[in-house]
């Protein structure tokens, strides 16, 4: 069975820092690209990063662009996700998503999500 | 950046019913690079369609996408009780990846 399971998530001062990790397993994750998606309490979803099965090729929002590293530990079947820089507006619970490209070619569509990790921006 | 439209916000109906559901894209989709994703409270997005219409792996044929263009829908036949969710529709055609506002249906 595909599982992502999301932690590092909790409560930090507006300019403070967070790492997130996202465990898979079930599935050859070096083969898989994967993604960060964000909700907001009560509101949309929204993308956040990409990155491709090897790692090399990143994406990010113009939002986060700067202050988000998106990475992966293939060794370790982990996605990564530095937050740096943090604002109130990026309070919001973080899924993983598996996307069902292959290597390096990102289909940008994603199946399935994990449970998701919230992070909490406030003095 | 492409802007998706989702209408209605809510959509109240009864067991049985058809629920269409619409979105509208501000730019051409190219390659029928959209998808749509369902939401039930306290979870997790679940993939329901890509490609405009090609339904995931598990996904009931109740529910069928079609459109083209900038105009995009998800239909929902013979809804049932579990059914009630946030739907979200995605176009993937270009960078930045960008998600709809979400329609809530609503069981009777």
């Known amino acids: 069975e595909v599982q992502l399971v999301e932690s590092g998530g909790g409560l930090v001062q507006p300019g403070g820092s967070l790492r997130l990790s996202c465990a898979a397993s079930g599935f050859i994750f070096t083969n898989s690209p994967m993604t960060w998606v964000r909700q907001a309490p009560g509101k949309g979803l929204e993308w956040v990063s990409s990155t491709s099965g090897s790692g090399l090729n990143t994406y990010y929002a113009d939002s986060v662009k700067g202050r988000f590293t998106i990475s992966r530990d293939n060794s370790m079947s982990t996605l990564h996700l530095q937050l740096t820089g943090l604002r109130a507006e990026d309070t919001a619970v973080y899924y993983c998503?598996?996307?069902?490209?292959?290597?390096?070619?990102?289909?940008?569509?994603?199946?399935?999500w994990g449970q998701g990790t919230l992070v909490t921006v406030s003095s | 950046e492409t802007v998706m439209t989702q209408s209605p916000a809510t959509l109240s109906l009864s067991p049985g019913e058809t629920a269409t559901l619409s979105c509208r894209a501000s730019?051409?989709?190219?390659?029928?690079?959209l998808a749509w994703y369902q939401q039930k409270p306290g979870q997790a997005p679940r993939l329901l369609i890509h490609?405009?219409?090609t339904r995931a792996t598990g996904v009931p044929d109740r529910f069928s996408g079609g459109g083209s263009e900038t105009e995009f829908t998800l239909s929902i036949s013979s809804l049932q009780s579990e059914d009630s969710a946030v739907y979200f529709c995605q176009h993937y055609a270009s960078w930045p990846l960008t998600f709809g506002g979400g329609t809530k249906v609503e069981i009777k």
């Open positions: 730019q051409r989709i190219r390659e029928n690079y």
């Open positions: 998503a598996r996307d069902r490209g292959y290597g390096d070619h990102l289909y940008n569509y994603f199946d399935p």
């Open positions: 490609g405009i219409s």
